[in-house]
Structure formats: C-alpha cells, structure tokens
C-alpha cells in the first residue's frame, strides 16, 4: 500500500491575477479625466480652475476613506468590500458619460475617489490571507505593479477610443469593463481560502503552514485603528510611504510638461518617453517581489534586513530624479528617470508587503488604509510643490532636486524609526 502524493492547486494564483486587474482598472479609471480634460474644458466651458477642482476631487475622498474602507474590509470581509467598491466606481465612472458640466463632473469625481478607496487596503489583506508570508512580496508588488501597467496603457488606449467613438462612449466602456470584473469577482472569490470550492487541502496546508507562526485567521481586531498611532513603526511605514509617493506622482502629473517644456519633445514623442519610466518600473516592481521572497524564505536574512535592504536599494536609486535635470543630455535624462521611477517602485513592493509583517490579527487593511492615507497627502501636495518651485525658478531643476531630498529623508525614516519588523502585539 502507498499514499499518492497530490499537487496543491494554484487557485491563489487566480485572486492573484484579479487582484492585479482591479488596480489595472483602479488606475484606468482615474486616468481617463486627463486625456478628455481638453475636450471637456472645450464642451462645457470650463475655466482651468474649474477643470483643476475636477481633477482634484478625487484625491480628497480617496485619501480621506482610506481608514474607514480598511476598517470596512477587515469587519465585513474583503470580498464585499472590494467588490462594491469596484461597482460602486465603475458606475461613477460611466456616469461621466452622461454629465452635463462642472458640478455633475466634480459629484462623479468625488464618488469615483470614494470607490477607489478600497482597493489598495482590500488587496493588501486578502494577500495575508490568501497567501504564505514567503510569497506575500511577489504578490503585493504584482498587484501594485498593475498601476504602472495602468497608467503606461491608459493615455494611447483612451486617446485611441475618443477618436473611434468619443469621450462620452469611452466613459462608459471603461465602466463596463469594471461591472464585468465585478460578476467574476463575486462568482469566484472566498474570505478564506478554506471556503473555496475549488481549491484543494495540499493547497489550503501551504497557505496555512506558511502563515503559522504570525496570522490568526477569522480573529477579531485586537485593537482600535486610532490606537495603532501609538506605534513608531506605523508612523515610520506612513511617512516613509508619504516621501515616495511625493516622487512617484511626478511621474503621473508633471512629466509630461516637464519633457515637452525642459527637454523640447513633441507630443508624439512625449507620448512614448512619458510611457518608459512606467513600463520600466512595473518590471522593476515584480522582480524585486520576486527577490524579497527568496531571501527571506532562504533563512538567511531576517524580515528586517530583507525590507529595509530592499527599501533602502529602491530609494537611493530614486534619487536619480535629482540628477535627471542636471544634464544636457535628453537620453541620459530619460535613463536617470527610468532608473528613478524603477527606484520608487521596488520601494512599494516592500512598502505593500509592511501592513502584513506589522499588523495586529485581523488588522492587515486597516494599517494598509492608514499608511495609503498618509503617502496620498505626499501625491496630493507634491504637484502643488512642484508648480510652486517652477513658477518661482522658471525651470524644474530645484523641484526635482527636492524631491531626492525628501527621499533621502525617506530613507534616514526608515532606518531609524521603522525599527525590528515585527507584528504588533
């Protein structure tokens, strides 16, 4: 008599793949108000005020429901709360097809940032709970790497749709596109992998073995969110995420004026360069989850040293975007910003697997909810720094110098106040 040993199955790796696609979306949806702003401002006569509180409106609900959606999704579970979520954006994102003006734009935008709210500290804890703690870097920093592939695709693809049909329509593609993720969704996803029908029990032990030592799972929190600001490791994973962030929403906002303005690109070229540092760290983002894993998992370096190191290599080769004006030369320049930009991101693959190294049981998206609320400030303020910084030189090489500062500041953060990474008692 033998025992056949049978292979675990992969289901993980399916919620790996629509984790992945809700940030794709996540980040589709908000992108699209930038390439009809022209249009827009055209139509409904809209003055660049106007049109600047429209684009702005979004940020506000999203950075402020960061708390509340990661509280929600720990109480409720992430399954309700990630998929209503994306309905509930989804279909503000098509009733911009339909609006009328300021005011119906500025209401959609401000529900649209609301919706998305609850995509980043949903994802975060379904990865401590669908996944063993040696694989949690490779999946945080793939679902992550889903906004640069977001905002690589989202300019020509949008721009692509506004000419075929135009920008009414593309609105409401775009939010059918989530309605259809959101029927999987709730078709397919479990709060627990041990619910799932079609996972098998060689798979559910591998989670399971793998979380052992640091997740109850179906616990209670053991605390209040507020209370979790009494930890100097929460406040060091929040302000750390706040000085990459201010770098990261360069890339996203002024970029483009920087290329066309500084370094005299047409718009077609600028179309292309702009895409690069984006492309350049989703690559870059993977990897270093990839690498994360199999140095801690080797048992040779400890939690502590495998983030902070990885953290560490990230920000220091961010701060290529201070030298990125310092040269003449526009390949150079393009190169210092894609190693910038590929800097940042293999920083967020440490900076997404934190909340569940460090948060008390069942807490996961409530740590993930504050520390996303903290670093949205840093992508909301710092292209207000930036115009102010070049209006006042005329150029953005001081800008762009203190963003390397800041990140500089980042670093000494996480070395000194982010301390043994640790789960909070």
């Known amino acids: 008599m033998h025992t056949t040993l049978r292979k675990k199955s992969k289901v993980r790796w399916i919620v790996a793949a629509l984790m992945w696609a809700a940030i794709a979306i996540n980040y589709l949806d908000r992108a699209i108000i930038a390439a009809v702003s022209p249009t827009l401002i055209t139509e ?12 702005s409106g979004f940020f506000w609900t999203y950075a402020l429901l960061q708390i509340p959606a990661g509280w929600l999704a720990d109480k409720i579970g992430q399954k309700k709360t990630l998929g209503w979520a994306v309905g509930w954006w989804s279909v503000a994102t098509a009733l911009m097809g339909v609006a009328t ?86 078709f397919f996803y479990t709060d627990t992998p041990e619910k799932h029908g079609m996972i098998n029990q060689e798979e559910i032990d591998y989670i399971r073995e793998g979380q052992a030592q640091k997740h109850g799972i179906d616990s209670q929190p053991s605390m209040r969110w507020y209370q979790l600001l009494r ?21 996203i906002t002024w970029l483009p004026a ?73 390949v150079l320049t393009i190169v210092l910003l894609c190693i910038a930009r590929s800097g940042t991101a293999i920083a967020a693959s440490q900076v997404w697997s934190l909340p569940g190294d460090v948060a008390p049981n069942n807490m996961v998206s409530t740590v993930a909810g504050l520390q996303n609320t903290i670093s949205n400030f840093g992508g909301a303020f710092g292209p207000i720094i930036t115009g102010i910084i070049v209006t006042a030189t005329g150029n953005f090489a001081w800008a762009l110098i203190f963003s390397a500062v800041l990140l500089g500041l980042g670093m000494l953060n996480y070395v000194f106040l982010l301390g043994k990474v640790k789960q909070i008692a």
């Open 258 to 330: 920087y290329l066309v303005k500084e370094k005299g690109m047409d718009l077609l070229t600028m179309g292309f360069v702009a895409t690069l540092p984006l492309l350049c760290g989703m690559v870059a983002e993977i990897t270093a989850g990839w690498v994360s894993d199999k140095m801690h998992s080797s048992g040779k370096y400890s939690l502590t040293f495998t983030r902070k190191s990885i953290l560490l290599l990230g920000m220091a080769l961010a701060l290529c975007v201070g030298f990125a004006p310092l040269t003449d030369s526009v």
């Open 44 to 55: 409904f006569s809209l003055t660049a005020e106007e049109m600047g509180w429209i684009m």
């Open 231 to 251: 930890y100097k490791s929460i406040w060091a994973m929040c302000l750390g995420f706040f000085t990459i962030n201010y770098t990261s929403y360069f890339f």
């Open 101 to 186: 003006g300021f005011k119906s734009l500025l209401a959609m935008r401000f529900i649209l940032g609301a919706g998305e709210a609850a995509a980043y500290p949903s994802n975060a804890g379904i990865a401590s709970r669908w996944f063993p703690d040696k694989e949690r870097s490779f999946v945080s920093a793939l679902f992550d790497s889903a906004s640069k592939f977001g905002g690589a695709v989202a300019m020509p693809l949008i721009v692509w749709l506004i000419v075929l049909f135009d920008w009414r329509i593309t609105f409401i593609i775009f939010g059918s596109i989530g309605v259809i993720w959101v029927i999987f969704w709730f």
